[in-house]
């Protein structure tokens, strides 16, 4: 029996489809994102526990990627920009907010997948010639490479497990995309040169932690790991010693110099000195304003 026309996805299918995606979004920035204390009330419900809120709309995001309409052409390219919408809507749940500025290690570990793979469904369009030279794309694309960056300051698991030469492959994926873009926004290229200033200062890091982790067997990522607000995920005193003992941030990435002193971000979260981290963001920015 043929299949009946109005199952075939159309245009206007996958626009409702982002409809949707839309609402979750501005659920997201009206709760996690919003810095108006006298914001209406009946817009949403009032959240009790806003990390169950974050897990819970993390399970619609997911549910919804998995609900993409899927013509039998496969329709590639409206697949992948509806993937790209999905993970950009993803890192801005997981990634450090005005109501959430302490994501616990399972938020930033998702995170970090969400940036790892929207950097590579980029690369993939710019390999097939199907890339839009955006601000868009010149946006995300940079977003992405920040938070992927972020993620592996702020998590030892990440940076204890990943392979610089993974980690290198995907940085070379992201300038890719912003020196096509750069073509036409200057800014592009401006934020393509920052970025590959700050990767081989990130990459000669994770080589010294593994080193350490392979002349340290006993300190293992779980240990490592600092999960905000639990005191069972604190590093014992000697254990901290031992890991950060003869560390200090590459010379090249100066504005953390003397903001974390070689720690891990997650170590200094509410601190004064995350002014550094807003002074580096702020210059990759300055060509958006």
Sequence with gaps: MPTPTSSVPTHMTYAIHLFKLAKINSEIKYVANSVNSNAPRYAYPAIIDIYAWQKAVLVQLDQWAACIPTAQD?????????????????????????NLPRPDQDALRHCYSSAEESIRLYNELYRKNMLVHNWITFHSGMLSTITMFYCILS????????????????????LNVLSAVGEHYPGAKRSRD???????????????????????????????????????????????????????????????????????????YGSADGANLDGIVLSLLDDFT
């Excluded at 509806?82 to 809507?89: A, P």
């Excluded at 801005?92 to 005005?98: D, T, V």
């Excluded at 998590?155 to 994926?173: G, K, P, Q």
């Design 74 to 98: 496969g329709n590639y390219y409206i697949r992948t920009i509806m993937l790209l919408r999905y993970h950009s809507v993803r890192m801005l749940l997981l990634r450090p907010s005005p």
């Design 194 to 268: 920052i970025l590959d200033e700050l990767a081989g200062p990130i990459s000669r890091w994770l080589l010294k932690k593994r080193w350490e982790q392979a002349t340290e067997p006993e300190i293992t990522p779980s240990t490592a790991d600092y999960i905000p607000g639990t005191d069972s995920g604190l590093v014992s005193a000697t254990t901290q010693s031992e890991i950060l003992d003869n560390t200090s941030w590459p010379s090249l990435w100066s504005p953390f110099d003397g903001g974390f002193d070689g720690q891990w971000l997650s170590e200094s």
């Design 155 to 174: 998590v030892s698991s990440i940076a204890l497990t990943l392979e610089v030469e993974d980690f290198m492959s995907n940085v070379r994926a992201s």
